[in-house]
């Protein structure tokens, strides 16, 4: 069973920056970011990426604010936000997919697709607060 295990979450202000790590024991072709805030029914605004490329998707909601990329350690997937907001405040996630085109990840990234069906693997989430 791969392992996936998110950290780096904290207390920010708004207007302020964090940067969330996931570090998975596997290789995989799609790796994703996803947020579920507390009392919310789907994990959503999300950013994927494809690894043997580096290709990047987002969905709309964060594309301006969120970087994903790959760490410089191996199996490492690094989420900046920028400009925080008190909606960021959630539970944040990473997810691993194996045995996916570029295509795929970009479609996890759609509103209409729930994460959760399509990652295969997930860690326990890492907390992101926003407070003043």
């Known amino acids: 069973q791969p392992q996936v295990q998110e950290s780096g979450g904290g207390s920010a202000q708004p207007g302020g920056s964090l940067k969330l790590s996931c570090a998975h024991s596997s290789d995989g072709d799609c790796l994703g970011w996803f947020r579920q805030a507390s009392g919310g029914a789907q994990r959503e605004g999300g950013a994927?990426?494809?690894?043997?490329?580096?290709?990047?998707f987002y969905a709309d909601s964060v594309k301006d604010r969120f970087t994903i990329s790959q760490g410089s350690g191996k199996n490492t997937v690094i989420l900046e936000i920028d400009s925080l907001k008190p909606e960021d405040a959630a539970m944040y996630y990473c997810?691993?997919?194996?045995?996916?085109?570029?295509?795929?990840?970009?479609?996890?990234?759609?509103?209409?697709?729930?994460?959760?069906?399509?990652?295969?693997?997930w860690g326990q989430g890492t907390q992101v607060t926003v407070s003043s």
């Open positions: 997810g691993i997919r194996y045995r996916s085109q570029a295509s795929d990840c970009g479609d996890s990234v759609l509103p209409a697709v729930n994460p959760q069906q399509f990652y295969t693997n």
């Open positions: 994927a990426i494809y690894t043997s490329s580096g290709s990047a």
